[in-house]
Structure formats: structure tokens, C-alpha cells
């Protein structure tokens, strides 16, 4: 099997899921709240069905957020991780900041992804092979140095006051919902930064990552270190993603080291 095929089978599964959610209207919905806190929906489990069904194949393992998980996919060679909406807040309220997010991972190493945003028709896939690809209209950022960035921020973290260490810097902060959705702008050159101190689960981050690092960019932990992925437990401490020209300028931001693309 290609990458080309692992790609197309990508696309295919993101317009099956666009179409499972198709009966749902974004901020006419009801939500559940789950054991930690976190809504879900009819269409959280509508698309988690159709994506589950098209998307492992013999041999491969999975890790979706609205499926539960066992130890199987930890002995897998290729394992897909996926949250069926990324940022279900935004998509009850009728924010259009939430997205369907696939990333494929291969021997611990992510290398390919897709993510698609259906409230503004924006789409990016990619892999570490074929580089990234992105359908949609928003504008290019494309900064040579964080100072003239765009940096994407979490709305929660922002509402939370974690975000006022950067309050006197010069680049721009752009408050958003969906990780995934924010990674993938940034794969895309539509923006040049995003970064989470909390916690994050691998189905919330895997495809961002992916993405950014098919696009060339810089995906680390909050210490710097590459993250690992098909772990036993999927939480890791937080993210942070760049495209290639502001990585070392987030990496002092942080006093980290940087020393090119994970």
C-alpha cells in the first residue's frame, strides 16, 4: 500500500463524514456531558461510526476518542487516531471553529493526516512524503519571524487568563477553537503558530502534527522533546506547533533548544 492510497483513503473517509453530518445543525444540537467534563453529541457518534468503519483495515490499529480503547493497537505497526469532531463546545454553540481530524501513525511516527473544517469548506491533508495539500480561502501568513506571526490560541486558555504571558509580544494572537483545526492552518501556511500548555489527548493533536510536520514545520512537548505517539496512556502534557521560519523564535520564547523538524 502507497502513502498515495493511505491519503485517498483519507479524503474518502472526511467526505463520508461530512455526509454523516449532514441531519445535524451546528448550535441546534444537545449535548452530554461526559465523565471528564466533555460534551458529546449524536454527530460525535455518527461520524465516530462511519470513520471507525473506514478507516482501519486488517492489522491496523485505531485510538478515537468516542471509541474505547484497549491495548491491541499498542503491539500495531500503523495505528489511525482520530477525533470525530475536534472542539464539540464550538460546534453546539455554532462557532465554526470545530473540525473532523484522521492522523495515521506509523511506527510511533506521525506521517499523514487530514483535516476538515465543513462550517468554512477548508480541508488540508498531507504526509511527510507528498508534503501538504489545502483547500479553502483563507489568506496566507506566511511570517519570516514570530515577531510578525500569527499565533493561534485556545479561546478556553485564553478565557482562563493562561495566555497573559504573551500579552506585550509582537506577534498577533488569534483566538480559536478546534487544535486540530489551528495545527492544520499552520501546516497550510494560513498561520504560523499555535501552542497549548494543558494537557491534550493524541486524537485531539495527532493530525495537527502530522500536518505540520509533512509541511516541514516543528512539532514539540512543552519541555521541547519530540512527543511519542501510541502511548499506553494518550495524554500528553500539551503541544506546541510552528512552521519551519518562526520554530527557533517560539524555541527561545520558551528558553527551549530547537534543532530542526521532529
Not at 502513502?3 to 441531519?23: G, H, S, T, W
Request: aromatic content about 6%; overall charge negative; hydrophobic content about 45%.
Amino acid at each position: 500500500m502507497s502513502r498515495l492510497d493511505d491519503l485517498d483513503r483519507i479524503d474518502r473517509a472526511l467526505n463520508a463524514a461530512v455526509q454523516a453530518l449532514e441531519p445535524f445543525t451546528p448550535g441546534d444540537i444537545e449535548a452530554t456531558m461526559k465523565q471528564d467534563d466533555d460534551p458529546v453529541t449524536a454527530a460525535d457518534l455518527a461520524v465516530n461510526d462511519v470513520l471507525l468503519g473506514l478507516l482501519p483495515q486488517p492489522g491496523e490499529g485505531w485510538l478515537f476518542e468516542e471509541t474505547a480503547d484497549g491495548t491491541d493497537r499498542l503491539g500495531r505497526d500503523r495505528v489511525w487516531i482520530v477525533d470525530p469532531i475536534d472542539a464539540t463546545r464550538e460546534f453546539v454553540q455554532g462557532i465554526p471553529e470545530w473540525s473532523i481530524s484522521i492522523g495515521l501513525i506509523e511506527h510511533g511516527r506521525p506521517v499523514a493526516g487530514g483535516v476538515c473544517n465543513p462550517a468554512t469548506g477548508e480541508r488540508i491533508i498531507g504526509s511527510i512524503e507528498t508534503g501538504v495539500q489545502y483547500t479553502g480561502h483563507r489568506p496566507a501568513a506566511a511570517a519570516a519571524s514570530l515577531a510578525d506571526a500569527v499565533v493561534l490560541a485556545s479561546r478556553s486558555e485564553m478565557r482562563r487568563g493562561e495566555w497573559e504571558r504573551f500579552a506585550d509580544e509582537p506577534f498577533t494572537i488569534v483566538p480559536m477553537g478546534s487544535i486540530a483545526y489551528k495545527s492544520a492552518l499552520v501546516a497550510a501556511g494560513r498561520a504560523d503558530a499555535t501552542w497549548t500548555l494543558v494537557p491534550k489527548h493524541e486524537w485531539d493533536v495527532a493530525a495537527g502534527a502530522a500536518l505540520v510536520l509533512a509541511a516541514g514545520g516543528w512539532v514539540a512537548l512543552p519541555d521541547g522533546s519530540p512527543p511519542t505517539w501510541n502511548n499506553p496512556d494518550p495524554l500528553l502534557p500539551g503541544l506546541i506547533a510552528t512552521s519551519a521560519a518562526v520554530a527557533n523564535d517560539t524555541a527561545r520564547l520558551f528558553d527551549l533548544p530547537h534543532h530542526g523538524s521532529t
